[in-house]
């Protein structure tokens, strides 16, 4: 017999769904695609290469961190942002190996 989510998601799945969530917005999406590998950028350096003001880049970025698909480190006043690759695979190798086994 299978479960019914129909009224809610397994709790496993509430960091999945905050971190789909943080990347179906087109600006975040943006903002992710700036980072290369390992580098580190602060609001600044993403809102100079940004439409976006500062303020909109900042509540981006905000949503990114609380999600956790980014994780950051404060450095003197400097806030330094970067992809946090481990809690990325580990929320799509969750989700592969779901499909993988529905299948």
């Known amino acids: 017999m299978k479960n019914d989510y ?3 998601i397994p ?3 509430a960091v999945m ?9 087109e600006h975040r999406q943006r903002i992710l695609l700036l980072f290369e590998p390992g580098e580190r950028l602060n609001v600044g ?4 290469v940004s439409t976006l003001a500062r303020s909109t880049v900042s509540h981006h970025l905000k949503v990114l961190h609380e999600a956790g ?3 950051s480190e404060k450095i003197g006043k400097e806030v330094w942002f970067w992809i946090d690759r481990q809690a ?3 929320t799509f190798t969750n989700v592969l190996d ?3 086994e529905s299948t």
């Open 6 to 8: 129909s009224q809610t």
């Open 11 to 13: 709790p496993q799945w």
């Open 17 to 25: 769904s905050r971190i789909f969530v943080a990347l179906g917005d």
């Open 45 to 48: 350096q993403i809102a100079e």
């Open 69 to 71: 698909v980014l994780a």
């Open 88 to 90: 990325l695979e580990t």
């Open 98 to 100: 779901y499909v993988r």
